[in-house]
């Protein structure tokens, strides 16, 4: 069993950055691949970005390429998400998930494990 939690969320001004963190624990030995998605009122579960074991790897939805950044420290078996350039239609609580497999990245239903989530509200 792997537990994720999720923080670094809050409230910003359309423009502005926040840096999400997920840290894990449990069963961390074995070589996760991790995601961020998210999901707002009323709406889908959807992909936002993913990372293979080595960081060598890295995928992301079209809506945030180029905005936001996922890294990984596995010293610290800790995986970041960087958004900068925040958008109104960022608003949404993002999870953090792990699997051991890194193919169909963007299927939230492959994922293993998931964090409680943390809200990122953007103003407009």
């Known amino acids: 069993q792997v537990q994720l939690v999720e923080s670094g969320g809050g409230l910003v001004q359309a423009g502005g950055s926040l840096r999400l963190s997920c840290a894990a624990s449990?069963?961390?030995?074995?070589?996760?691949?991790m995601g961020w998605f998210r999901q707002a009122p009323g709406k889908e579960r959807e992909f936002v970005a993913a990372i293979n074991w080595s960081g060598g790897s890295t995928y992301y939805a079209d809506s945030v390429k180029g905005r936001f950044t996922i890294s990984r420290d596995n010293a610290k078996n800790t995986v970041y998400l960087q958004m900068n350039s925040l958008k109104p239609e960022d608003t949404a609580i993002y999870y953090c998930?792990?699997?051991?497999?890194?193919?169909?990245?963007?299927?939230?239903?492959?994922?293993?494990?998931w964090g409680q989530g943390t809200q990122v509200t953007v103003s407009s």
């Open positions: 449990g069963r961390t030995s074995i070589s996760y691949a």
């Open positions: 998930a792990a699997r051991t497999t890194y193919y169909s990245i963007t299927n939230y239903g492959l994922y293993d494990y």
